[in-house]
């Protein structure tokens, strides 16, 4: 098998502008619908990338668990690496590779904290189990074996044995506040269908882009 020569052809459909919605949260529900009408699996899955104090990029997945005409949310430890690679510059990129729909989905914006009285309604609506992982793990750190990862949870545990959980003042969301968005559709012959929305003047802007 040489990688070189994995490659395919993408013709399951194409993007028109006269197909776009003018806004670009409209088109994401629209493309979001369709995945979850399909049972695309993970569809809330999205890479998110964010750039270190010293100007490192890295990518990691997270869930998505809303969006509004605002942005994109989703829920984290406040003191891992994406979290304090956030509190130090907030420009952040998001990714849908919705790949078996030859799509992808590209958002790049600000990431702003979440309200503790809006991460707090989420939390508590978290499976018991998910609300006791995140006081357990102390997220992005070391540590020296599961068993001393479990032997947190059980502290956890302990320590909630008669009470539900609280919302962990270092855990929250982040809504991503779009500056573009670019939908992308794979054609044949690598002539792809590209459409980026870009805030200017407080209005989206729509242009197609050379693939
Ligand atoms: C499918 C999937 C979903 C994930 N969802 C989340 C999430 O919503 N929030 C989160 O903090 N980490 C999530 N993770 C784990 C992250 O990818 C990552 O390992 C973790 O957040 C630590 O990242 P950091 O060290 O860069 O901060 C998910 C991983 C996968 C594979």
Not at 129 to 143: E, P, V, Y
Request: aromatic share 12%; glycine share 6%; net charge negative.
């Amino acid at each position: 098998m040489n990688i070189a020569d994995l490659r395919r052809e993408y013709t399951q459909s194409g993007l028109d502008r006269k197909d776009l919605a003018a806004d670009p949260f409209e088109q994401f529900d629209l493309w979001f619908k369709q995945a979850l009408d399909s049972d695309y699996p993970d569809a809330n899955a999205m890479s998110l990338s964010t750039v270190s104090t010293d100007g490192k990029p890295s990518s990691r997945t997270v869930l998505l668990k809303g969006f509004d005409e605002e942005g994109f949310t989703f829920f984290t430890n406040y003191n891992s690496v994406k979290g304090q690679d956030i509190a130090a510059n907030n420009q952040v990129a998001l990714l849908f590779p919705w790949l078996q729909f030859e799509r992808q989905i590209r958002i790049c914006g600000v990431a702003k904290k979440l309200s503790p009285q809006q991460s707090a309604d989420y939390f508590l609506s978290r499976p018991l189990g998910s609300q006791l992982g995140a006081w357990a793990s102390d997220q992005s750190k070391a540590i020296a074996s599961r068993e001393a990862l479990v032997d947190q949870l059980n502290e956890a545990t302990e320590r909630f044995k008669d009470s539900a959980p609280t919302t962990p003042e270092h855990w929250g969301g982040y809504k991503v506040i779009p500056k573009t968005i670019e939908f992308w559709q794979g054609r044949e012959s690598r002539l792809h269908d590209r459409f980026e929305y870009r805030l200017t003047a407080g209005t989206w802007e729509l242009n197609r882009l050379q693939p």
